[in-house]
């Protein structure tokens, strides 16, 4: 078990992120970029409990194919459960950073709430993109203009227990050098669109060890053939630095 696997973590995501109203609204800001009618399969990369399969079923208003996967295996156990007589629904647990699945293989990928966790997310955004065929939304590692940082989140604070101090690597990468390697990484896989929400993140100061402030970055990535289009993105966020540091980068 890992130290996601704790009752509190688990019964947290059984119970909440499980309908529309639950959305942040960065989420629903991107979301609703779709185009509802392209979108047959979605993969949930930290599907956590699947309570999202409810979310899309009632934003994308049809039947739709879900996968989720998950490194904590207590989720993939409490999610099958959950959804045994579904066929639509599946769930698998993670490994590693490579993805069992097929160049192309589901129409829109969706990961949020994991990158900023995940040391190697480099790695984790190149397997998402490469097994979508049309969208992508990712939930950045968390970003400031100063060097990279790991910090602590302690889940007993962020998820109401009795528990002990249970602390998780909080990794915050400074944006410039971020959206240089989405800038090559994007040239590589095809992406055509980026839509990027950026705001100030509110609990910074009140589950992890920091004194600073720090932003969220959240994208949705529209997938296709370079050779006919060029490169476009839209930024919604109305910090000046941000703005500049974007502008830079991306021309």
């Not at 194919?65 to 459960?81: R, T």
């Not at 109401?160 to 909080?170: C, F, G, H, L, P």
């Given at each position: 078990?890992?130290?996601?696997?704790?009752?509190?973590?688990?019964n947290?995501?059984?119970?909440?992120?499980?309908?529309?109203?639950?959305?942040?609204?960065?989420?629903?800001?991107?979301?609703?970029?779709?185009?509802?009618?392209?979108?047959?399969?979605?993969?949930?990369?930290?599907?956590?409990?699947?309570?999202?399969?409810?979310?899309?079923?009632?934003?994308f208003?049809?039947?739709?194919?879900?996968?989720?996967?998950?490194?904590?295996?207590?989720?993939?156990?409490?999610?099958?459960?959950?959804?045994?007589?579904?066929?639509?629904?599946?769930?698998?647990?993670?490994?590693g950073?490579?993805?069992?699945?097929?160049e192309?293989?589901?129409?829109?990928?969706?990961?949020?709430?994991?990158?900023?966790?995940?040391?190697n997310?480099?790695?984790?955004?190149?397997?998402?993109?490469?097994?979508?065929s049309?969208?992508?939304?990712?939930?950045?590692?968390?970003?400031?203009?100063?060097?990279?940082?790991?910090?602590?989140?302690?889940l007993?604070?962020?998820?109401?227990?009795?528990?002990?101090?249970?602390?998780?690597?909080?990794?915050?990468?400074?944006?410039?050098?971020?959206?240089?390697?989405?800038?090559?990484?994007?040239?590589?896989?095809?992406?055509?669109?980026?839509?990027?929400?950026?705001?100030?993140?509110?609990?910074?100061?009140?589950?992890?060890?920091?004194?600073?402030?720090?932003?969220?970055?959240?994208?949705?990535?529209?997938?296709?053939?370079?050779?006919?289009?060029?490169?476009?993105?839209?930024?919604?966020?109305?910090?000046?630095?941000?703005i500049?540091?974007?502008?830079?980068?991306?021309?």
């Amino acid at each position: 078990m890992s130290k996601w696997g704790k009752s509190n973590i688990l019964n947290y995501y059984l119970y909440n992120r499980s309908s529309l109203r639950d959305l942040y609204k960065s989420e629903v800001s991107l979301l609703k970029k779709i185009n509802k009618k392209k979108v047959k399969t979605i993969l949930d990369f930290g599907c956590a409990a699947g309570n999202f399969y409810n979310i899309f079923s009632l934003f994308f208003k049809k039947k739709i194919k879900y996968i989720g996967i998950d490194y904590e295996k207590k989720f993939i156990k409490i999610a099958n459960k959950k959804y045994w007589d579904n066929r639509n629904v599946s769930f698998f647990a993670q490994k590693g950073q490579k993805l069992k699945f097929k160049e192309n293989s589901a129409s829109f990928v969706f990961c949020t709430s994991v990158l900023h966790h995940i040391y190697n997310y480099k790695k984790i955004i190149n397997e998402l993109i490469r097994v979508s065929s049309n969208y992508i939304f990712i939930d950045s590692p968390r970003v400031h203009f100063e060097k990279n940082i790991v910090a602590n989140m302690d889940l007993s604070k962020r998820f109401r227990s009795n528990i002990k101090s249970n602390t998780v690597n909080y990794y915050v990468v400074n944006l410039e050098h971020y959206l240089n390697f989405l800038n090559l990484t994007f040239r590589k896989k095809k992406i055509i669109v980026a839509i990027f929400f950026c705001e100030e993140l509110p609990y910074s100061k009140k589950y992890l060890n920091l004194n600073k402030k720090i932003m969220y970055l959240t994208m949705l990535l529209f997938k296709g053939k370079m050779s006919n289009k060029k490169f476009t993105y839209t930024l919604n966020t109305k910090n000046k630095k941000v703005i500049n540091i974007f502008r830079k980068v991306f021309g």
